[in-house]
């Protein structure tokens, strides 16, 4: 059984940083693209980051040049950088493991809250 643990959320002023850890168990993460979404009080879920097994990177325009997603493969654990942080980044950030060939996602954490705010 996989499972994906998020971490390091908190409250942060705007302007601020932080870095997101998303560690698997169960399997190894080396042979995956791995995402981040995030989801707000009231709305879908959304695209952040993506990272191929190859380390190549796309993300949201909303975040694009603030933020940067990166992997250890020795450690199995993907990380989002955060920086220049902004209100409207608030919400709850999910990382999961894309299947294979495919676009959906098989495995998601239970997700970690950032706050921005003064």
């Known amino acids: 059984q996989v499972q994906l643990v998020e971490s390091g959320g908190g409250l942060v002023q705007p302007g601020g940083s932080l870095r997101l850890s998303c560690v698997a168990s169960?399997?190894?993460?080396?042979?995956?693209?791995m995402g981040w979404y995030r989801q707000a009080p009231g709305k879908q879920r959304d695209f952040v980051a993506y990272?191929?097994?190859?380390?190549?990177?796309n993300y949201a325009d909303s975040v694009k040049g603030r933020f940067t997603i990166s992997r250890d493969n020795a450690k199995n654990t993907v990380y989002l950088q955060m920086n220049s942080l902004k209100p409207e980044d608030t919400a709850v950030y999910y990382c999961?493991?894309?299947?294979?060939?495919?676009?959906?996602?098989?495995?998601w954490g239970q997700g970690t809250q950032v706050t921005v705010s003064s």
């Open positions: 990272i191929t097994s190859g380390a190549n990177t």
């Open positions: 999961g493991r894309r299947l294979r060939g495919s676009l959906r996602y098989d495995y």
């Open positions: 169960g399997s190894t993460i080396s042979d995956y693209g």
